[in-house]
């Protein structure tokens, strides 16, 4: 039912824009609309992620146009949904960029489905968005990663949770290479912090009993639990978890949880006390963020999905690449890769953030927070930080022609010692 | 020691699981010889209606033992109406139909509720502590609920005038709608039947793994395997094919994690198969139920 | 009932019509289509080749993705370590063809019913799918290729042979791969007309009559069985060049079914039906991911029902079975009977 009130909603906006984004183009005598292309799994098993960075995109490209659109130009958006599928993401990538030639694209939530069209729109020179948290690492001169990385959020996620309930670490992630990676990061900064990892365990995405886990955690006596699970299927922990009572004697911090809105999708005595940091929280006390979700809450009614990293982010991608536009004169992409790069930046929701030319992601703030009746309280705040991980291996200014994934062979093979 | 009888408990669950997880399929391939594809998607829709019932303030009890499986009964009533009544016979017909309906309950989920929904139940029993260890008190009574309701079909089967048609329709249709059996209003009730055990698990799992649209694929795979493996005997079949692949995939999980475990589960499976090609039950328990 | 599309002559009718689509398809359609068509061409030899081992040999094999993935995983994983593409699509065909074979011995020579035989290999194409997931570390190698696990490996593009360092463009790669689906759709509807495929027709109608008839059946369909396996091994390359990178998703429930749906969809006992089946499937539901107005799932459920119920023996036949009406009457109702009586022996 949502659908169509969406669809209701979308059509009277772009009715009302019509009649001034006519006047501004003639004035402007461009040639026809700006494209944007947004591709995200709306159906599948990724779409608790995919639908809320959907309804984020879609607000800050029709914001856009209310005001006017860019240069004069409408923004058109379209949107793909590759249905938690690698083969449809090549696919529609591959028609955005030489069937609708947009002028950006900004896709991908799994490192799979972005290590999948990377090369492709690379190859066919769009420029490139990636809106989610990720394990860092991508060195891309035609790909933005705009989502948080490990040396921002785990790093500081870690030595709190440590400090707070004791060295001996076991550490549950999903069983890809988001997992993996984030795994030794982990790893790492336990060890940097003198504690001791006990144990590293990987679930493929379908895994819904974790019984034999819950005993081998009890098994090993260890303080806490660091979790890098991920999607739908892996909720189920935080339940067994909790009902077999040791959400209260080894507590639980993340990596991924709340992302996905789980903290909503679990009762808050599953989910109480548990330590999260990302680079957004809907819960951030700062005017612009307010008037942020008091208009997305608006806009969605009551169906609205908490507001997380993954869509804030995609919403702020978006006027990110639209003030480069602005700065650039044009939207085409080198261009615009050159004004993003000088040092655009952008108050959004989350506070400043601007581009770090050696590696194109984001400097940005951190948050860490603790769960409680399903809602995060902020905890500490950390200012501008910049991706330390990325940077480590990637350097676009000494470098510019690189369209690598440094970490495909993992932390060790990019001579981080974990 | 306190920890191996843990585990037990632990492998034990596992094994009562598969079993749950299966019987509805089982019901439904036993005795009509149709795989449900959709066979996931009966146990999606008892997780939804418990969620949808407890969020409108019904006893959780009551709708996990007695709302599930009737809603998702009467599901399987107008599913085999409208559906598998006309593909009797056509196997790989039912297949492509109810795949499509499971891909159906997918997208009607999904639209009537998002991708993903708020399921603030909790497993409504406290925990077990057995030494060092504790266990979900709601684990211990999902086991009990699965020897229960193994029982309450055997007995069904065994000593009731319905059980004792259904056999014979199952053993020979045309027999016995030459007796004058009824045999699709048999097959009706079977099928809603089944349906009706799957939504009651699907109900039972809900507070454990919540529920999501898609979820049924996680279960599809597996409770197909278990009844393929256990053979034409519903009862026999399922109890121990449950059993023996359930401990196997319980011990793997723990000693070498969860992937291993899965393959481990497959695994068997195979070797069962080209040992007796017709299933356990195929094999020892010849002719009982 | 053979004429329509039973000879090698109808084959070679329709291959031509193929290779005229070929020539013509890169003025019709837009560039990004043909980009796009590659990965469906290698979908539809994947349905070719289970319409050969279904359609004509009677093995209903629940998991032929399982030898698609693995020639999509042994062309990428050789193409990286060899650096070239020719030889690693034969070491493609030859890995899934030996694949096949040694687990069609295990099954066949076990004397395994039908559906069990669907069942151990679909839980043999599971297997794969959970154990390709297992590598996700940098452990997992083999040689300079790296598996990936869930978010799986790049698959290199295709190049002139004896040139590794020509690639192809994708035009050409479009010639290619349509050019191997005409190959591999000429060489199963000859096979079908050989004194091999009329045995394997009639293990598919009588097993037990066939074998008596003093034919070692087992050796038949582990034959026919093995083929299929190279065939669909052939799909795997061409889809993982298609996608650029192959995943375990080739290995999933999920891409077992929907070759199954292709084949019933363009029915059973065809060859052209499946392909053509395949890539109707595949833009209706490529074009439900484009559009935001109903849920992809809905409507795909939706069709697949409502097929079942009005078109039950699939498009080709369907189509086959109106001409054969209209013309000869008295044929059709040759066949009606013996349907019937198929029919009767099912039931009994």
């Known amino acids: ?418 | 020691m306190d920890l191996y009888f843990s585990l037990l408990l632990q492998i034990i669950y596992g094994v009562a699981n598969l079993a749950l997880i299966s019987l509805g399929l089982a019901i439904v391939f036993g005795m009509m010889r149709v795989i449900n594809l959709a066979h996931g998607e009966f146990l999606m829709l008892g997780g939804y209606t418990v969620v949808v019932a407890t969020n409108n303030g019904i006893n959780i009890w009551f709708s996990i033992l007695i709302l599930a499986p009737l809603v998702v009964g009467l599901i399987g009533l107008i599913v085999e109406r409208c559906l598998i009544q006309w593909l009797y016979g056509r196997m790989i017909d039912t297949l492509l139909a109810t795949w499509g309906l499971s891909l159906l309950f997918i997208g009607i989920i999904t639209s009537i509720f998002g991708a993903s929904t708020s399921t603030v139940i909790s497993p409504p029993l406290g925990t077990i502590t057995i030494g060092d260890y504790t266990s979900s008190g709601y684990e211990l009574f999902l086991i009990f609920v699965v020897i229960v309701l193994l029982l309450f079909v055997f007995l069904t089967l065994k000593f009731t005038a319905l059980g004792l048609v259904a056999r014979a329709t199952m053993q020979n249709s045309d027999m016995a709608s030459c007796l004058g059996i009824s045999t699709s209003k048999i097959y009706m009730i079977t099928f809603s039947l089944g349906a009706a055990v799957s939504g009651l698990a699907g109900g039972l799992l809900a507070p454990l793994t919540g529920v999501l649209p898609n979820i049924g694929a996680i279960y599809i795979g597996k409770a197909f395997i278990t009844v393929i493996s256990g053979g034409s005997a519903i009862l026999a079949g399922t109890t121990s094919a449950s059993i023996l692949l359930g401990s196997v995939n319980g011990v793997m999980s723990y000693v070498t994690g969860p992937t291993f475990g899965e393959v481990a589960l497959l695994f068997t499976a195979i070797i069962l198969l080209r040992l007796m090609p017709t299933g356990i039950t195929g094999r020892f328990f010849r002719k009982s139920q | ?348």
Not at chain 1, 198 to 218: A, C, M, R, S, Y
Not at chain 1, 370 to 383: A, C, G, H, P
Not at chain 3, 113 to 137: E, Q, W
Not at chain 3, 299 to 307: D, P
Request: charged share 15%; net charge neutral.
């Open chain 3, 1 to 348: 009932m053979m004429r329509l599309y039973g000879s090698f002559r109808g084959t070679l009718v329709v291959a031509s019509i193929a290779v005229l689509f070929t020539l013509l398809a890169p003025s019709i359609f837009q560039f990004f289509t043909i980009i796009t068509l590659t990965q469906v061409i290698g979908l539809s030899i994947l349905a070719l080749s289970l319409a050969l081992v279904w359609g004509f040999g009677g093995v209903l094999c629940f998991g032929q993705s399982a030898f698609f993935g693995i020639g999509a995983y042994a062309y990428s994983v050789a193409a990286v370590n060899i650096g070239g593409s020719t030889g690693a699509i034969l070491i493609a065909m030859l890995a899934a063809a030996t694949f096949a074979t040694l687990l069609g011995y295990f099954v066949f020579y076990g004397k395994l019913s039908d559906v069990y035989l669907a069942v151990i290999t679909l839980t043999v194409s599971l297997i794969l799918y959970s154990l390709m997931r297992r590598t996700s570390g940098p452990e997992y190698k083999i040689g300079s290729a790296l598996l990936g696990g869930f978010n799986g490996t790049g698959s290199p593009p295709l190049n002139v042979p004896g040139n590794s360092e020509a690639m192809l463009f994708p035009l050409q790669t479009f010639y290619v791969s349509m050019g191997a689906l005409i190959l591999a759709y000429v060489f199963a509807g000859w096979l079908v007309t050989t004194k091999f495929g009329r045995v394997c027709v009639s293990i598919r109608e009588n097993e037990l009559r066939t074998s008596l008839l003093g034919y070692d059946t087992r050796l038949y369909k582990l034959g026919i069985f093995a083929v299929s396996a190279g065939i669909a091994g052939l799909g795997g390359v061409f889809f993982c060049v298609g996608v650029t990178r192959v995943t375990p998703d080739v290995f999933s429930l999920g891409q077992s079914a929907l070759a199954i749906i292709w084949v019933i969809v363009g029915g059973r006992g065809t060859l052209i039906g499946p392909i053509l089946a395949t890539f109707v499937l595949y833009f209706l539901t490529a074009s439900l991911g484009s559009q935001q107005l109903m849920n992809t799932n809905l409507v795909l459920g939706g069709i697949l029902v409502i097929f079942v119920l009005l078109v039950p023996s699939g498009v080709i036949p369907s189509i086959a079975k109106w001409f054969d009406l209209r013309r000869v009457k008295k044929f059709s109702k040759l066949k009606e009977r013996r349907l019937k009586m198929r029919k009767h022996r099912s039931v009994g």
């Open chain 1, 1 to 418: 039912m949502s659908m169509n009130r969406r669809n209701f909603l979308r059509t009277t906006a772009t009715a009302t824009l019509a009649a001034p984004a006519l006047i501004n183009q003639a004035f402007a005598g461009s040639h026809g609309p700006i494209k944007f292309v947004s591709i995200l799994d709306q159906s599948g098993g990724l779409d608790i992620y995919g639908k809320p960075m959907v309804d984020a995109t879609k607000m800050a490209i029709d914001e856009m146009n209310e005001s006017g659109g860019l240069l004069g130009r409408e923004i058109e958006l379209k949107i793909y949904d590759p249905q938690s599928s690698i083969q449809f993401y090549t696919q529609f990538a591959t028609q955005a960029a030489a069937g609708d030639k947009a002028d950006v694209v900004h896709a991908g939530i799994t490192s799979a489905s972005r290590e999948a069209i990377r090369p492709t729109l690379s190859r066919y020179e769009t420029l490139y968005f990636y809106n989610t948290l990720y394990e860092g690492g991508v060195c891309d001169m035609n790909n933005f990663c705009t989502g948080s990385t490990p040396a921002q959020t785990v790093e500081k996620l870690v030595p709190y949770a440590m400090k707070k309930w004791g060295k001996k670490v076991y550490i549950v992630a999903a069983d890809y290479n988001y997992g993996h990676i984030t795994a030794e990061w982990v790893q790492k900064y336990v060890r940097d912090n003198g504690g001791d990892p006990v144990e590293v365990e990987f679930f493929p995405l379908d895994v819904t009993n974790f019984g034999p886990t819950i005993k081998k955690i009890q098994a090993s006596k260890a303080d806490m639990v660091m979790s890098a699970l991920v999607g739908g299927a892996h909720v189920s922990f935080y339940r067994q978890y909790a009902a077999a009572g040791m959400n209260k004697s080894v507590p639980v911090a993340s990596t991924t949880f709340g992302v996905g809105n789980e903290h909503k999708l679990i009762s808050a005595e599953e989910g109480d006390g548990m330590i999260c940091a990302y680079s957004y929280f809907e819960e951030i006390d700062s005017v612009a963020n307010k008037d942020f979700v008091a208009r997305f809450k608006a806009r969605m009614g009551d169906g609205a999905p908490a507001l997380n990293e993954l869509a804030a982010r995609s919403y702020e991608a978006a006027f990110i690449w639209a003030e480069a536009v602005k700065a650039a004169g044009t939207a085409d992409r080198m261009p615009v890769i050159e004004a993003l790069r000088s040092g655009i930046a952008y108050d959004g929701p989350s506070g400043r953030v601007d581009i770090e030319p050696k590696t194109n992601h984001l400097n940005q703030n951190v948050y860490l927070a603790e769960l409680k009746d399903q809602s995060f309280n902020i905890v500490e705040s950390y200012q501008s930080q910049p991706p330390t991980d990325t940077l480590m291996v990637c350097d676009l200014v000494a470098n510019p022609d690189q369209s690598v994934f440094k970490f495909e062979n993992g932390l060790k093979a990019a001579g981080i010692d974990i």
